[in-house]
């Protein structure tokens, strides 16, 4: 544990200007003190702060402001956070506000809270959980963050990180992401944990010593791939506590996106839902007894013989020049990308395909065209990657920003798919490139910057390409489909999972209804999958196999989302029949990791967008990743901040 001497509030300039101001400083009313009639009875108001804002997204129109407040009831603190009542005439706003309401969220169940104080524009806190789910960034719009953390550390143990000054850890007696990945057992994430069972921080220990490798040269080999680390950070967000998901349970309610088209007719009425789990009156175990399961509406096996084609054999070199004139220019690029839906590409042949999946090479481009523009680019990546090359040791003293991106790009890429050959082994020069790849597109890209789980995306580029500037550019036309995916305030992560969500109650109403008794409806077990792309469900060359199914977009851009619908009618039965609850079905989720058959999935998936048809289309907002953002005149891009994932 951090000593509180050593690393609390006592050295904050903020905070210290706010215990010598005193009270007063605390933005108070006239309820302060005394209950409303929203706190609970015999609770205490010890601060509250008005015009407090969250934004849902970049349009200062849809801003939702509200007040802060902190309950004390007993030896108990918690945190609301109450939208004001007809505030605003945006109907967005009006719908977003029981979303975004905070209800009482106690202290015991907050890991830690991030202020950022930027030189233009308002403050603002990410308050972080310990599932490691994170609410949107409150900003303050009239000051108060000294006085609201001042207020905290007079309740609860509050002190500051040893690794960012910024973050402030609440009652930091333990690691809570270890108790939480502990309560699910999953032993690939546990076990480089708990490694080092003396340090109370996860970035200590085993990772410290990884982190190394770009001081010393030097790094022990990790040849289990279920031992890589990241697969951790990625499930911070899918392990959420049950206290968590009530604060989300309207994330994906009817009321959200009432401009979306009924899907009424496409439910069995006639089916009942899944009953409800067995409990008997003395507490006692039961063994349950056997669910009746409500019939697929859609029957998968029927569906997809009639729909979904068959696999045929990769694309290869023979056939990928029939496709091409004499110039170089693929002629009919539809059926082209047709071919590589139904067979992937033969692995030789990936390098020059992908280029044009990705958009690096347009489809009219002739061979002379592709050779100059693959010259412009590598001098344009060079005079980009030279910005953080030329940053002398006293810059980077200050330039927190570049110091805090350069540590976790160094502490990803070390842990990233070390069991292939190709990143295997000490002073890997390949893992240097995805070092400097990633490093270089934090400048290019400086708004979103680097984000756990995008070295898991550059992994596979860079395995193909075997080039460094090649990679570099079909990496940065990918982030431009996912980038959103690392938002600060999870939107593009939101809005794929509300359409995964009303495309299931489009293809298997049971399912969905299943979902919704259960406290479900959110899919976050399905974070993972739309995160980094099903990265971690199949093994390396198969993950290859979909995204190159994925990148050509037949059928439609979201084909991604009919794939989650694929695998989870694939395990309805199971899921239903042994009435798993939200942690059982995660647990569930996380072990299909290796054991799902990608043929029969796509095939699957492919059957479910053909029978879904515009009504399928009309369960997904506009823009949803990987659509290319919507464009506006705003040049700001909504990070994810770099330590939350």
Request: aromatic share 10%; charged share 25%.
């Amino acid at each position: 544990m951090l000593e509180p001497d050593a690393h609390d509030l006592a050295d904050d300039a903020d905070y210290a200007a706010s215990i010598q101001q005193g009270p007063a400083s605390i933005t108070r009313n006239d309820s302060l003190g005394r209950n409303s009639h929203n706190d609970p009875e015999g609770a205490e108001v010890v601060y509250t702060k008005d015009n407090v804002a969250i934004h849902p997204t970049q349009a200062a129109s849809e801003r939702i402001s509200g007040r802060l407040k902190l309950i004390k009831q007993g030896n108990a603190l918690s945190m609301t956070w109450l939208p004001y009542k007809g505030q605003s005439s945006n109907a967005r706003s009006e719908k977003d506000k029981n979303l975004y309401t905070i209800r009482a969220v106690p202290f015991s169940d907050i890991r830690s809270i991030r202020r950022h104080t930027p030189t233009l524009g308002w403050q603002y806190i990410i308050v972080v959980m310990s599932s490691g789910l994170a609410f949107p960034p409150l900003y303050f719009y009239n000051g108060g963050v000294r006085e609201f953390l001042a207020t905290i550390k007079q309740h609860v143990v509050l002190v500051r990180s040893a690794d960012d000054a910024n973050v402030f850890l609440v009652n930091d007696f333990e690691n809570p992401l270890q108790r939480t990945l502990s309560s699910l057992e999953l032993p690939r994430a546990l076990t480089p944990m708990c490694e080092s069972p003396t340090s109370s921080d996860p970035d200590k220990g085993e990772l410290d010593k990884s982190s190394n490798i770009f001081q010393n040269g030097r790094k022990q080999k990790h040849h289990d791939p279920a031992r890589d680390i990241s697969i951790q950070v990625l499930e911070k967000f899918s392990l959420v506590t049950r206290f968590a998901r009530e604060t989300t349970s309207q994330l994906f309610g009817d009321s959200q996106y009432d401009s979306y088209p009924s899907n009424d007719r496409w439910k069995d009425g006639a089916v009942s839902p899944a009953s409800k789990r067995i409990t008997s009156s003395d507490d006692s175990p039961k063994v349950r007894d056997e669910v009746p399961v409500a019939a697929d509406p859609v029957e998968m096996d029927k569906l997809s013989l009639v729909w979904g084609k068959p696999r045929q054999a990769p694309l290869g070199q023979e056939e990928w020049a029939t496709f091409l004139d004499a110039e170089g220019r693929v002629m009919d690029s539809n059926s082209l990308k047709k071919r590589i839906f139904y067979g992937g590409i033969e692995h030789d042949l990936r390098k020059e395909v992908w280029r044009f999946l990705l958009g690096f090479h347009t489809y009219e481009s002739t061979f002379a065209e592709r050779e100059y523009l693959i010259t412009v680019k590598q001098s344009e990546y060079e005079t980009i990657k030279k910005q953080w090359q030329s940053i002398s040791p006293e810059q980077a003293k200050r330039f927190t920003k570049f110091r805090e991106r350069k540590g976790l790009i160094d502490k990803d890429v070390v842990r990233t798919d070390r069991s292939l050959e190709f990143y295997d082994g000490d002073d890997n020069p390949n893992v240097f490139l995805m070092r400097d790849i990633l490093l270089t597109y934090s400048f290019f890209n400086f708004d979103l910057g680097y984000c756990q789980g995008m070295s898991d995306l550059l992994s596979p580029i860079l395995y193909v390409m075997r080039d460094e500037s090649e990679s570099f550019w079909c990496f940065v036309h990918l982030m431009d489909r996912l980038g959103p995916n690392f938002n600060r305030d999870q939107s593009g992560m939101h809005s794929q999972l509300f359409a995964l969500s009303k495309l299931v109650e489009v293809l298997d109403s049971p399912l969905h209804n299943y979902f919704k008794q259960n406290d479900c409806l959110n899919y976050f077990f399905c974070f993972r999958w739309l995160l980094i792309q099903f990265k971690r469900e199949f093994e390396y060359d198969k993950t290859m196999r979909i995204w190159e199914v994925l990148w050509t977009h037949h059928l439609s851009e979201h084909l991604h989302l009919y794939v989650c619908v694929a695998i989870l009618k694939r395990y309805r039965k199971k899921i239903i029949g042994e009435q798993m609850d939200f942690d059982t079905l995660l647990k569930f989720i996380n072990e299909l990791s290796g054991n799902i058959d990608l043929d029969s999935t796509l095939r699957d998936a492919e059957a479910l967008c053909i029978c879904a048809g515009e009504n399928g289309a009309a369960c997904i907002p506009p823009g949803t990743p990987p659509s290319l953002p919507i464009e506006d005149d705003s040049s700001a891009y909504p990070q994810l901040d770099d330590e939350i994932l």
